[in-house]
Nanobody, 121 residues
Framework: QVQLVESGGGLVQAGGSLRLSCAAS????????MGWFRQAPGKEREFVAA????????YYADSVKGRFTISRDNAKNTVYLQMNSLKTEDTAVYYC??????????????WGQGTQVTVYS
């Protein structure tokens, strides 16, 4: 079992920045690819970003490419999502996820509880 706990969500102005963190426990953090997903009211949960176990490969949804950056610190068992140039359409509950490899991140094996991000204009 892997437990994932997100933090760092909150209220931010459009154009501003926010950094989300996801702390992992229960199993070796470095054994997993990590990802971020989000779900806005009335919409399906969507992929945001993913990072390989080594941190050497990253992938982003087109909607956030160039604005968001995913990173990880295996020594701290933590993955981050730096969000810049935030837009109102980024408002959603953001979920951290863990999967055995980045190629199968479409179906993560583990989920965090989510953290709310609200962007206002």
């Amino acid at each position: 079992q892997v437990q994932l706990v997100e933090s760092g969500g909150g209220l931010v102005q459009a154009g501003g920045s926010l950094r989300l963190s996801c702390a992992a426990s229960g199993r070796t953090f470095s054994s997993y690819a990590m990802g971020w997903f989000r779900q806005a009211p009335g919409k399906e949960r969507e992929f945001v970003a993913a990072i390989s176990w080594s941190g050497g490969s990253t992938y982003y949804a087109d909607s956030v490419k160039g604005r968001f950056t995913i990173s990880r610190d295996n020594a701290k068992n933590t993955v981050y999502l730096q969000m810049n140039s935030l837009k109102t359409e980024d408002t959603a509950v953001y979920y951290c996820a863990a999967e055995s490899k980045i190629a199968t991140m479409t179906y993560p094996g583990y989920w965090g509880q989510g953290t709310q991000v609200t962007v206002y204009s």
